[in-house]
């Protein structure tokens, strides 16, 4: 049996490509899914599409304004009365922006990824610690990015909120870690890195393009469903590398 059967887990961000493999995977590894984002439409057509292909599963679709603390706290709140639990959230929020040269990066850029890649992480676990920490089983998932670990000079803004979003996380696994005691941590903050992602639709646009050392969103998927199977102690506060290290 999956260490995901009968798990109760929150995606945030689900709309996009990786949002639709995650929501596919943990439907069919038997949990209960609960899907944000920000654009209703596309939230409908995801969660649709993964009711569809596991037949009985539990999946359902909310817009939640995560740059909002009380409406992620809320969100948190209803799904653990709904539910009984909640044993995950994965932060799939993305976005980017980049320049040419280092000298012609737009501070604009930063104020939007501030919102999209730090704001929405710190919401998010401050709204799901507790609950994680009740779960026994509880994880914290956020996807960042290699450059964060090596910028460059056009992604100055983008590695930067990245790396901060990362430092979030971290903080979050040292406190699931104290909270454990000796006994080690009962819940886990981990971050799964790539260097960029792929998807069936990017490969038909550009059936030439090699995509090296990209990750496929069916990849990241089984990736994150993977982390529950692992224990708690192994995975909290660490990088998780599906890419080479920079």
């Known amino acids: 049996?999956?260490?995901?059967?009968?798990?109760?887990?929150?995606?945030?961000?689900?709309?996009?490509?990786?949002?639709?493999a995650t929501l596919l995977r943990l439907a069919e590894a038997g949990a209960t899914v609960v899907a944000s984002d920000?654009?209703?439409?596309?939230?409908?057509?995801?969660?649709?599409?993964?009711?569809?292909a596991h037949g009985g599963a539990t999946v359902t679709g909310d817009t939640v304004d995560?740059?909002?603390?009380?409406?992620?706290?809320?969100?948190?709140?209803?799904?653990?009365?709904?539910?009984?639990?909640?044993?995950?959230l994965v932060h799939l929020v993305g976005g980017w922006r980049g320049s040419a040269s280092f000298a012609e990066t737009d501070l604009g850029d930063w104020d939007v990824l501030e919102d999209l890649l730090i704001r929405t992480v710190q919401h998010t676990s401050l709204a799901f610690q507790d609950g994680l920490q009740r779960s026994g089983n509880?994880?914290?998932?956020?996807?960042?990015?290699?450059?964060a670990s090596k910028p460059t000079a056009g992604n100055a803004a983008y590695a930067s909120a990245k790396a901060a979003a990362e430092a979030w996380t971290l903080a979050l696994g040292d406190a699931f870690r104290k909270a454990g005691g000796e006994e080690g941590?009962?819940?886990?903050?981990?971050?799964?890195?790539v260097k960029a992602l792929v998807h069936d639709a990017m490969r038909a646009e550009r059936p030439s393009a090699k995509f090296a050392g990209f990750?496929?969103?069916?990849?990241?998927?089984?990736?994150?469903?993977?982390?529950?199977?692992r224990p708690a102690e192994e995975v909290n506060g660490n990088r998780l590398w599906l890419t080479e290290k920079p």
Do not use: C, H, N, Q
């Open 38 to 52: 920000a654009d209703a439409a596309r939230l409908a057509e995801a969660v649709d599409a993964a009711r569809y």
């Open 66 to 88: 995560l740059l909002d603390l009380e409406a992620a706290r809320a969100w948190a709140d209803r799904t653990e009365k709904e539910f009984g639990r909640i044993d995950g």
């Open 1 to 20: 049996m999956s260490a995901l059967d009968g798990a109760v887990v929150a995606v945030a961000g689900a709309a996009g490509p990786a949002g639709r």
């Open 138 to 147: 509880g994880r914290y998932l956020l996807i960042s990015a290699a450059g």
């Open 185 to 193: 941590p009962r819940a886990a903050a981990a971050i799964l890195v």
């Open 215 to 229: 990750t496929d969103v069916k990849e990241l998927a089984e990736a994150i469903a993977g982390v529950w199977e």
